[in-house]
């Protein structure tokens, strides 16, 4: 196999934590006074850091965006983080590569100390090390993020390296770090894409063909 090490998105690609983060901003919304949204658009919010969603979607200005941020984080760690679950088949596939020898890791826009809480929580961390969140202000990039799992894995061939997620937005992170991209149909971002997996049970098939 080609591939020697995947990096793995959280959100949409390992666990479904839309119940979680939906409840979490539903509260930070209400507590600043800002607009109501639909539950199609609280579901496009997941992915994005929350200083972005407050910025992009409310039209705030940095700081009131990181007030806002702040509040949804405080809910989420207090009340929401572990209002998820891990997607059907997910444990098999991180097992799997396990027991292949392939180095797996932990790049999320999660703040690290909740990336760290919730992969230990759903067992995740037995089979990824290092897991890399973001920081609170949120001033490394996904594509930042995938470098410092990069330099902890001691890895230089890239062309060795796959990160795997749901979104736009990790894809072009991924193509900043100089890495591979796969693609998942069943999360927040992606669907029907062809050549992406629409199950986690294709993802260490399609693996082997890169």
């Known amino acids: 196999m080609k591939i020697k090490a995947v990096i793995w ?4 690609t390992l666990l479904n934590t839309q119940e979680g983060l939906t409840a979490a901003y539903l509260y930070a919304i209400e507590q600043c006074h800002l607009p109501s949204k639909t ?11 929350p200083q972005t969603i407050f910025m992009t979607r409310f039209g705030l200005n940095e700081e009131n965006a990181q007030h806002a941020a ?16 891990l997607y059907p088949g997910v444990e098999d596939v991180l097992s799997d590569l396990y027991k292949a020898g ?10 690290q100390d909740y990336a760290t809480e919730i992969c230990k929580h759903f067992g995740i961390d037995d089979y990824c090390d290092p897991i890399v969140g973001a920081d609170n ?20 061939d890239l062309s060795s390296v796959v990160m795997i997620g749901d979104t736009e ?6 193509q900043a770090a100089g890495v ?18 629409n199950s986690p049970e294709e993802i260490c098939g399609i693996i082997e063909q890169i």
């Open 137 to 156: 202000e949120n001033k490394l990039t996904k594509a930042d993020l995938i470098k410092k799992c990069l330099e902890e894995l001691e890895i230089s």
């Open 180 to 197: 591979q991209f796969l693609g998942v149909n069943y999360g927040f971002g992606f669907h029907n894409i062809p050549g992406y997996a």
């Open 9 to 12: 998105d959280v959100d949409g």
């Open 102 to 111: 392939i180095q797996q890791a932990i790049a999320t826009n999660k703040r």
């Open 70 to 85: 702040n509040i949804f984080r405080e809910r989420y760690k207090s009340h929401d983080l572990f209002k998820a679950s």
């Open 169 to 174: 937005g990790d894809k072009q992170a991924a």
């Open 39 to 49: 539950d199609e658009e609280l579901s496009s919010f997941i992915g994005p850091t």
